[in-house]
């Protein structure tokens, strides 16, 4: 055997989630095995895959039709004792649920020394999603949620999210501002946002929000609840930057994750707006981002005053934009004692399953992990 423990991971191939997961796609003792539309569309082949299962006599046999269908490396060939499967979401993985449940029995049986683990970044809002977290539960070793309400509700294991910090390569030049935000508007959380900006443009702070609204048969509307709230006249444009006061509006304006970086770099605060009501999810991936990159965090989840590096100088929770203590902006960040990398999460399951960390440079073991 090559190594005595491989360590692969299954992520998205593209998108906001796979950007907070880049730390583990650059470190070469993780394999990244990445998911999407590539393998939702070959769900034929999964299917037709599972009736030559059914003839096939041997794991060998499986393990090639698998490695046909994803191209995964790892099925190639087994090079060594142990194995620690890591999934990110369940649902999203190949599009199909039964498809996603065979490929986990699968691992099961070929890899016998290995350990199943999975971090929801989905909420459990929906009743198929419940059930089907019924049905995949007593296949992981650990199952860890970003998601407070689904710990309450579910029994799930807290983590939070995640972020890269300093991987991802900022793309543009981004502007100075006091408050940034760039997220959809869907859901509850228009208003909320619309809202937010006025009063912190006119409490004088400089705000710069990229608001995509992917609905066209809602856009229109939107632009008027824009023009509304700001009091302004303006024709409208299936994409348009509005200036308030000091502040930019980029109604339907898309920004890449590598794009938003030089804007995070250069505010002095995040906004995150939770979907309400709340008890859907009690945070996005802009907590951890704003921690990772050291920038204070304006949400509207209360729940996240129970974060363990919850801080009135760092994060400031408001329901309406008038509770937003101005002062926030002028003390001092407290920086948490806490690493926000994919890679740490990936250590920590690890070490909660196996009981110590494989380090493949060293072919040693790791007893020694900070929790």
């Not at 698998?66 to 890591?86: P, S």
């Not at 008890?279 to 304006?298: D, E, I, V």
């Not at 740490?344 to 690890?350: H, I």
């Amino acid at each position: 055997m090559d190594d005595c423990r491989k360590k692969i991971f299954f992520g998205p191939e593209s998108g906001i989630t796979r950007n907070s997961f880049s730390d583990i796609f650059a470190d070469p003792d993780y394999e990244y095995c990445s998911y999407g539309n590539r393998h939702r569309s070959r769900i034929n082949d999964i299917l037709l895959s599972k009736k030559c299962m059914k003839l096939a006599k041997s794991r060998f046999i499986k393990r090639m039709i698998y490695w046909k269908v994803f191209g995964y490396h790892f099925l190639k060939k087994k090079d060594a004792a142990e194995y620690m499967f890591i999934f990110s979401n369940g649902y999203e993985l190949y599009g199909e649920q039964t498809a996603f449940l065979d490929f986990l029995d699968y691992l099961r049986e070929d890899f016998k020394n290995c350990k199943l683990g999975i971090h929801l970044y989905d909420a459990m809002q929906r009743k198929d999603t419940i059930k089907f977290l019924s049905e995949y539960r007593n296949k992981f070793d650990i199952i860890l949620t970003f998601n407070r309400y689904d710990e309450i509700e579910h029994g799930l294991e807290y983590y939070g999210p995640v972020s890269e910090s300093g991987i991802v390569e900022p793309q543009g030049d981004g502007e100075d501002s006091d408050v940034f935000y760039a997220g959809a508007a869907g859901w509850a959380r228009y208003d909320l946002i619309l809202d937010t900006f006025r009063w912190l443009s006119d409490q004088g702070k400089k705000c710069i929000f990229f608001v995509p609204v992917g609905d066209a048969s809602i856009r229109k509307e939107y632009f008027q609840r824009l023009c509304k709230c700001l009091e302004i006249q303006a024709d409208y444009a299936e994409e348009i930057c509005l200036a308030y006061k000091n502040s930019k509006f980029y109604f339907n304006r898309y920004l890449a994750y590598a794009w938003t970086l030089p804007y995070i770099h250069k505010t002095k605060a995040i906004l995150e707006i939770v979907i309400l009501p709340e008890g859907r999810a009690s945070c996005t991936n802009r907590l951890a981002q704003a921690m990772a990159y050291g920038k204070k965090l304006l949400t509207n989840s209360e729940i996240t005053k129970e974060e363990p590096y919850y801080s009135k100088n760092s994060i400031c929770v408001f329901s309406k934009p008038e509770e937003i203590d101005l002062t926030f902006f002028d003390r001092d960040f407290e920086k948490p004692k806490r690493d926000f990398s994919g890679i740490y999460m990936l250590k920590y399951m690890e070490y909660k399953t196996f009981g110590n960390l494989y380090d493949p440079k060293t072919k040693s073991y790791l007893p020694n992990f900070v929790i």
